[in-house]
């Protein structure tokens, strides 16, 4: 299993981004997945989740409204598009698999830095 983030960068208050997460390894479209983000001396917090199939989404209150996530199984890829960023919203953001085998698994995650 492996997943590589990407899309992460410097971007003003108010900007957006699309973060992607590349699969490989497994069979994406029989899985949930989600994203994570971690700030700098802070605990890991759930950001958004996506069902196997898409069809079922739910997001953290901090998030909701301004990001999106989704996924296209053909490309074996998950994004999230964050819109209205806020300073807040600086973290090292990750991709994961929730339950593979009954094992969670993350990307290498990507720098997300909202700054003027």
């Known amino acids: 299993v492996q997943l590589v983030e990407s899309g992460g960068g410097l971007v003003q208050p108010g900007g957006s981004l699309r973060l992607s997460c590349a699969a490989s390894?497994?069979?994406?479209?029989?899985?949930?997945m989600r994203w994570y983000r971690q700030a700098s001396g802070k605990e890991r917090e759930l950001v958004a989740h996506i069902s196997s199939d898409g069809g079922r989404t739910n997001y953290a209150d901090s998030v909701k409204g301004r990001f999106t996530i989704s996924r296209d199984n053909a490309k074996n890829t998950v994004y999230l598009q964050m819109n209205s960023l806020k300073p807040g919203d600086t973290a090292v953001y990750y991709c994961?698999?929730?339950?593979?085998?009954?094992?969670?698994?993350w990307g290498q995650g990507t720098q997300v830095t909202v700054s003027s």
């Open positions: 390894g497994f069979i994406l479209s029989s899985y949930d």
């Open positions: 994961n698999v929730p339950n593979y085998w009954g094992l969670p698994y």
